[in-house]
């Protein structure tokens, strides 16, 4: 999957532990984490009325069997007391999250977050690695600003990534300037047992709290540049409107999209092809070489098709053309729980140990 020298791997693989196994992103997280090269799980963390349970008690599995190994394994409280490990995954809610991962954080853990309540603070790296890796120099800045050991990287949103992956190419070869959103979120990404089947079967969604904002705000975040006082937001406008549909895995991104220098559908498709990111050389076990596949069927991207590509971690785009209004429109697909959550901070947290920030 990737190419390039890589960075050597841990000389031995790195104890972590997952906050908020027992939901649906947790669960994701032991899925991935089963088997990695440079990542043990030792500790999965849950609520009160969960620690105490063995693994296997305490979560509802929701597909393929649960890893061994972690089903033995007891559930502990979300306290850093209770966790021996250097690198935390969160699948917290954002109202936990707050107390819970800056409790970690001070206690010298590096946290991975999914959760929002980070993630537009000017102090927290909003991480995508093939788009914006020197973002990680916020780091010294959160430690010293809060007096922390540790420190919390955040991934986007699910539709975010899609849309920020899919911009990114297109925004350092000709500028973007304006961008118009239209998506069709899967059901997975209201987590379990998420929309009520009565809700959304044969039936279409036009509304998902607060996901239209976190569009138009985290993706100026994570296009943006590194500046002496933090982030310096990307200078376009983006207009989001989001749908739920009834799709289990795969987030499908309608994107116009307005440069500062006009270009071409066959100019944009060159650009996406030629396109490998930014860590291609580090060789990180999580990270889809190419990032980003462009599809020239008329019909596709498809959620049941395309939203498994590299592992679930690289997004599809299609139906690149020219916009009668904008210049460009095109279709964007990714996997909203593994490229969109638990994935994205997989990666993340590689981009940590190949930078020499986390070691074993």
Partial sequence: ?????????PPRRIP??????TGAVGQTFVRLLDGHPWFELVA???SERSAGKSYAEAAHWLGGAMPSRVAALPVVP???ACVDAPLVFSALDAAPAADVEAAFARAGRFVLSNARTYRLEPDVPLLIPEVN????ALIDRQRRRRGWAGAIITNSNCSTMVAALALAPLHQAFGVATVFVTTL????GAGYPGVPSLDILGNVIPYIGGEEEKIETETLKLLGSLGEEGIVPASMTISAQVTRVPVEHGHTVCLAVGLTRSADADAAIAVYEGWRGAVESLGLPSAPVPPIAVTRAIDRPQPRRDADAGS???VTIGRVRRDPILDLRLVALGHNTIRGAAGASVLNAELLVARGLVGA
């Fill in 1 to 9: 999957m990737t190419t390039g020298a890589p960075a050597a791997p």
């Fill in 133 to 136: 890796p020197d973002h990680l």
């Fill in 44 to 46: 999965v963390a849950a």
């Fill in 312 to 314: 679930g971690m690289r």
């Fill in 185 to 188: 979120q899967a059901v997975s």
């Fill in 78 to 80: 979300c306290d850093p």
């Fill in 16 to 21: 972590v532990a997952v906050l908020g196994a």
